[in-house]
């Protein structure tokens, strides 16, 4: 291990100085041969992790020393994946200025320079956690307990982490959502499969909070981009990160307008606790310029072609279908909606709104497997989506024209579809069947 990559790693993220001398010490009296590389292996971190405290000094020892030094020498050979997946270096200081930020943390709260999070920062070497502006993603498999709809336990998922000095303001947070649809949209960063949603599990997303902060509160501002499907009123983890830790009610600090609202709260015979919600927030945008967002182009498209039959059978939607559906219609959006910085990535419609609408959602389905579907909502056709392994096959212009046949034969007109600029095969097979674009717009 190179104590010299090591301490220069810490100049770099601008580690304290009174902690340079007692890391270098710990660094130079390390045991030989601690399996340091397997902490920057996604699937091998945290248990790595395990064995190598097995073989240090107990953190209160060294206030943590040794811990830090085998997370720097970790960081260094992280960053050197960093660079092969030509990730930015921007990215990589702001994702390890947590090892700054946890000691001065920690500084503030006891007094002493001492490291006590390298339960922690495994996520971090293991390239599973990264800081894209304000916010911390972690990319990781949802964990067993209270689900959102549609997100099954071992699901992957964007775990969002909210850093001491995070900064809540509108721009920074869209800011913060773009940059994680970007980043990981790329394969190579999610060995569990694509990311199904962002998920958040906070005392920031409490309910109580709500009643106790000004409408143009930051934390406010971020938990309404949160649709809450668990509440915990038991957990108490936001007394470490709103008090400095567990106190009796009567010393309880009032030293913020937020510690002086909660403990009265508290003092009211109220709860506060913890809630988990998943990110819903439909119009993420990145400023660009004067603050404009990304824009989009949509057509409204109009039918202007002759009389169509179509002999192709399908059938209602049905609640079985809804896993199947799902998989297929999200699949088929989520190339354009990462492009098009949309979010939720993951944009089907709930059980209970496709229960909703399945007689006007129809189903192809080919030896008991669903190959295709179409939505037909009063005159508009929509929601046309066919399994990525069937396409290029023709089923797309059979559901299409199936659709233009339906609202025929009621005697519906104009028969219209909207279609984004952006997918182009989508707008050739309109085109090429009989439609013509009667209005663009930027939306």
């Known amino acids: 291990m190179e104590d010299k990559e090591l301490l220069t790693l810490a100049g770099r993220l601008n580690l304290p100085e009174a902690v340079l001398a007692p890391l270098a010490a710990a660094a130079k009296a390390l045991p030989e041969g601690l399996p340091i590389k397997q902490l920057t292996e996604p699937e091998a971190a945290a248990a ?31 960053e050197e994946r960093y660079r092969r997946e030509d990730i930015p270096a921007e990215v990589f200081l702001s994702t390890m200025d947590c090892f700054r930020r946890f000691l001065e943390e920690t500084h503030a709260r006891t007094g002493q320079w001492a490291f006590d999070r390298g339960f ?31 997100i099954e336990a071992e699901a992957p998922v964007l775990s969002v982490h909210i850093p001491s000095d995070a900064v809540l303001e ?8 773009n940059m994680a649809l970007r980043f990981f949209s790329q394969e190579r960063r999610c060995p569990w499969g694509r990311p199904r949603a962002m998920v958040c599990s906070s005392w920031l997303l409490a309910p109580a909070l709500d009643g106790l902060l000004p409408e143009s509160s930051g934390i406010r501002r971020f938990a309404g981009d949160y649709r809450i499907y668990d509440v915990d009123e038991e ?29 009265a709260h508290l003092a009211a015979g109220g709860r506060l606790g913890m809630a988990r919600g998943v990110l819903t927030h439909k119009a993420i945008t990145e400023n660009q310029g004067g603050g404009m967002g990304v824009k989009i182009a949509a057509h409204t498209m109009e039918y202007q072609g002759g009389r169509i039959v179509s002999h192709l059978q399908l059938r209602n ?24 910085q949309r979010f939720p990535i993951e944009c089907c419609g709930s059980r209970e709104e496709l229960e909703r609408k399945k007689e006007e959602i129809y189903i192809l389905e080919i030896d008991g497997k669903i190959i295709g579907s179409v939505a037909i909502y009063g005159n508009e056709i929509d929601d046309l989506v066919v399994e990525k392994s069937f396409q290029g096959m ?25 279609v984004a600029d952006w997918n182009q095969s989508a707008l050739k097979i309109y085109l090429k069947n009989g439609f013509s674009i009667v209005k663009t717009e930027e939306i």
């Open 317 to 340: 939607y049905s609640a079985l279908d809804y896993k199947e559906y799902k998989r297929i219609y999200e699949e088929c959006f989520h190339d354009m909606r990462i492009a098009l």
């Open 48 to 78: 790595d992790w395990k064995t190598i405290t097995a073989q240090l000094p107990v953190w209160q020892e060294d206030n943590g020393m040794a811990q830090l030094a085998v997370m720097l020498a970790a960081a260094c050979r992280t």
């Open 235 to 263: 957990d108490q983890e936001f007394y470490e990160w709103l008090f400095d830790g567990y106190k009796p009610l009567e010393e309880l600090p009032e030293h913020t307008s937020l510690q002086r609202a909660v403990k």
């Open 170 to 177: 509108r721009e920074k947070l869209d800011s913060s959502y």
């Open 394 to 418: 023709g089923y797309g212009t059979a559901l299409l024209r199936f659709a233009v046949s339906s609202l025929q034969s009621n005697h519906t007109s104009p028969i219209i579809l909207h």
């Open 120 to 150: 922690w920062t495994w996520r971090q070497t293991g390239g599973l956690l990264f800081r894209l502006g304000t916010l911390e993603f972690e990319y990781r498999r949802m964990r067993p307990g209270p689900q959102p709809e549609g």
